[in-house]
């Protein structure tokens, strides 16, 4: 289920950037300009959408939005 | 170097001067100025039903009288809770640049402006606070931009564009009497400010823009545009808050917030939120 869920997340940041084809765990999502201050709150969206968590803006720490394995970390982690 | 542009501009040096009189003359205490009763009645419109986002949906079909007023309801919150969120953020642009080298002669109406938008988020925050809640927004990450007349250019942009997004809904606000008094009050005080410092606006952001296009390459220029254009579409999805949908008891808010944002109403209803703004920018040759 939640590996299902982080691909929903990759698959959200690549259809917004038809020029690329894969995205590795470990790309920095916002100094490789995939995620920026306009499309930040889509992303946030699109973890909820795909990981049925309700995030708290108020408490939102950027570092675990860094990376693809950091949302799965904060937001897919099973245990 | 701002000052400079507009010390050019006997034309904009007489606007400066007349908005910042007309603040002097229009100065009113806010803290004063409104009633605001214990509460509102719950089961009326609380924004006008065009303006809310399931309007001339088939999400709104489905839906009873009873949940599109409590929908009304949350998004209205929702709207006030964008104004104090855009009106910090502009407060904090604009602060970092009164008094500073090159925006000296601004400055004056800058303290118009400050103080007038300080007491709307006061206003708006009030609202907020007495009949629901302020809706968050993420923080996150900065806007960059390649060069400080750049970035000055993208600041009041997107200063403009907010005010102006804000505005339509003002100016339908005030004037629609399904709406509750306080309501209408507030909408009504805050599009009376605006129309100044949206004129301000106007003027700023075409002389910056006029420097800014005589110093960048084509590629530059496009970036811009495109910039520009991504700058309102954000601000306008602002106002589908899947948290809203969550409060009014819609079941599954995110995927609401998605089919309404497919939906073929969305693209008329930005089209008309942003008429007037996507006129000028075409014009001034900003989006392109």
Not at chain 2, 106 to 126: D, K, L, R, T, V
Not at chain 2, 269 to 278: D, I, Y
Request: net charge negative.
């Amino acid at each position: 289920m939640a590996s299902t869920g982080i691909e929903d997340v990759r698959t959200w940041i690549l259809s917004r950037h038809p020029e690329r084809d894969s995205l590795s765990p470990d790309e920095n999502l916002i100094e490789s300009r995939l995620v920026d201050s306009l499309s930040f709150v889509e992303l946030v969206y699109a973890i909820e959408g795909a990981s049925g968590v309700e995030i708290d803006f108020d408490t939102i720490d950027i570092q675990d939005f860094q990376t693809l394995s950091a949302i799965e970390k904060a937001f897919f982690a099973t245990v | 170097m701002v000052s400079t542009l507009i010390d050019q501009n006997d034309r904009f040096l007489g606007i400066l001067d007349r908005l910042s009189s007309k603040s002097v003359e229009d100065y009113y205490n806010p803290y004063k100025l409104f009633e605001w009763p214990d509460s509102l009645p719950e089961d009326m419109w609380w924004m006008s039903p065009e303006l809310t986002t399931t309007h001339g949906t088939a999400a709104a079909e489905r839906l009873t009288e009873k949940q599109l007023h409590a929908l009304s309801r949350h998004e209205s919150l929702n709207f006030y809770s964008l104004n104090v969120h855009g009106i910090r953020e502009l407060l904090i642009d604009v602060t970092r640049r009164i008094h500073t080298k090159g925006f000296e002669t601004p400055s004056e109406f800058f303290h118009h402006f400050i103080g007038e938008e300080n007491e709307h988020m006061w206003f708006f925050a009030e609202f907020c606070l007495r009949y629901g809640k302020i809706y968050r927004q993420p923080g996150g990450i900065s806007a960059e931009a390649p060069r400080p007349d750049v970035e000055s250019l993208l600041v009041f942009t997107r200063i403009l564009i907010f005010e102006e997004l804000v505005d339509h809904f003002n100016s339908k606000m005030a004037l629609d009497e399904r709406l509750d008094d306080t309501i209408r009050a507030i909408n009504r005080i805050h599009h009376q400010d605006e129309s100044r410092h949206i004129a301000f606006g106007r003027e700023l952001v075409s002389v910056l823009f006029a420097e800014v296009r005589r110093t960048s390459t084509e590629q530059e220029l496009d970036d811009i545009a495109a910039y520009v254009k991504r700058y309102m579409t954000y601000s306008f999805e602002t106002l589908y808050n899947p948290q809203v949908y969550r409060d009014a008891g819609i079941e599954k808010p995110q995927e609401l917030r998605r089919e309404l944002l497919e939906s073929p109403a969305r693209a008329e209803f930005e089209r008309s939120v942003f008429r007037k703004t996507a006129k000028y920018l075409e014009k001034t040759g900003i989006i392109r």
